[in-house]
């Protein structure tokens, strides 16, 4: 199955192609400020000769990571079904990113924190511990403060995600990718149809209407 995987959680966006969960094209994209999304599928569609009609699947990274981009990810993958009758799957991005973690040189029983910036002085935090030659979650995905996420430091463990440094001197920075997204979303079913996938997200969702405009203010302008 040909599969089309979009990864826009981070600030290191990018799209992949994998035939049978072998990826086969990649493009990378890395200012989140603008992301050329339809650019990159045609860039990974040209670098492997296919074209639109050879993809019968999306899969999309669901975060947690950026509310913006990976709604513009699913805009897409939900444009694309319609126009094109393909199946559409969610992925964690989070597990795309701990299954790309290098293992080399990890001993095993080595704990990590993979933090995701959550805005507002927040992270979106998941433990891992190292496992014969893999990561393996640990316990829920929570929501951490600065200070929470430095206290698990002091005990030893290693600190992990995409722009950590930023925050974190002693932290590695890594990235999920879709190269990853798309190695996980050929393995999976899809749930229903692909309205129904939304952003992995703690908070609550909250969305402000701005208010109608006072009469009064509007009295003696002209236009």
């Not at 890395?30 to 699947?57: F, N």
């Not at 080595?110 to 433990?127: I, M, S, Y």
């Not at 030659?133 to 995600?161: F, Q, S, V, Y």
């Not at 129904?196 to 405009?213: C, D, G």
Request: aromatic share 6%.
């Amino acid at each position: 199955m040909m599969t089309l995987a979009l990864e826009f959680s981070s600030t290191r966006r990018s799209v992949a192609l994998a035939l049978a969960g072998r990826v086969v094209a990649e493009a990378v994209h890395e200012d989140a400020g603008h992301t050329p999304a339809i650019a990159l599928a045609r860039r990974v569609l040209a670098q492997s000769g296919m074209g639109r009609e050879s993809i019968e699947r999306i899969a999309v990274g669901l975060g947690p990571g950026s509310y913006a981009g990976i709604r513009s990810a699913l805009a897409l993958a939900q444009g694309w079904s319609l126009k094109g009758g393909v199946e559409v799957v969610g992925v964690s991005s989070l597990s795309a990113l701990i299954r790309g973690i290098p293992g080399d040189r990890v001993g095993d029983g080595t704990e990590a924190l993979v933090l995701l910036d959550a805005q507002r002085g927040e992270f979106h935090g998941q433990r891992v511990v190292f496992r014969q030659d893999c990561w393996r979650p640990d316990g829920d995905l929570l929501l951490l403060t600065k200070e929470g996420a430095k206290g698990a430091m002091a005990d030893g463990t290693r600190i992990l995600g995409p722009e950590v440094r930023r925050w974190f001197s002693e932290g590695t920075e890594c990235y999920p990718t879709a190269w990853h997204v798309a190695n996980l979303g050929s393995m999976m079913k899809p749930v229903g149809p692909p309205e129904v996938l939304e952003p992995i997200y703690l908070r609550s969702i909250l969305f402000l209407k701005t208010p109608p405009p006072r009469q009064d203010l509007l009295d003696g302008l002209s236009f």
